[in-house]
């Protein structure tokens, strides 16, 4: 599956001016942010419907996030500042 091209990222400006704002992560394309050398959270266009996939507390592999409504935006980027600044103990 594809990541979101720029076109359908324009529509979430606001969340990734947030996303830019967690300290740690480092965006190496428009929408795709790594953290700590590793992919961290990107987004996919699913039929016209944007999701977000963060990467797992764990360590291995991603949570996928609807993102259609300001709670589940409010959730990705709450759940992306705690996981990011879990440093190494992940």
Same mark, same amino acid.
Request: hydrophobic share 40%; glycine share 12%.
């Given at each position: 599956?594809?990541?979101?091209?720029? $076109? $359908?990222?324009?529509?979430?400006?606001?969340? /990734?001016?947030? /996303?830019?704002?967690? !300290?740690?992560?480092?965006?190496? !394309?428009?929408?795709? +942010?790594?953290? #700590?050398?590793?992919? +961290?959270?990107? +987004?996919?266009?699913?039929?016209?419907?944007?999701? *977000?996939? /963060? !990467?797992? $507390?764990?360590?291995?592999? +991603?949570?996928?996030?609807?993102?259609?409504?300001?709670?589940?935006? #409010?959730?990705?980027?709450?759940?992306?500042?705690?996981? *990011?600044? #879990?440093?190494?103990?992940?």
């Amino acid at each position: 599956m594809a990541h979101a091209n720029e $076109a $359908a990222l324009q529509v979430l400006l606001p969340l /990734l001016r947030q /996303l830019r704002d967690i !300290k740690g992560l480092r965006e190496m !394309k428009p929408g795709i +942010f790594y953290c #700590r050398g590793a992919a +961290f959270v990107h +987004f996919h266009d699913e039929a016209g419907v944007l999701v *977000a996939d /963060l !990467k797992k $507390a764990g360590g291995s592999g +991603f949570d996928r996030y609807a993102i259609d409504t300001p709670s589940g935006q #409010r959730k990705l980027v709450d759940d992306a500042k705690r996981r *990011a600044g #879990r440093g190494d103990d992940d």
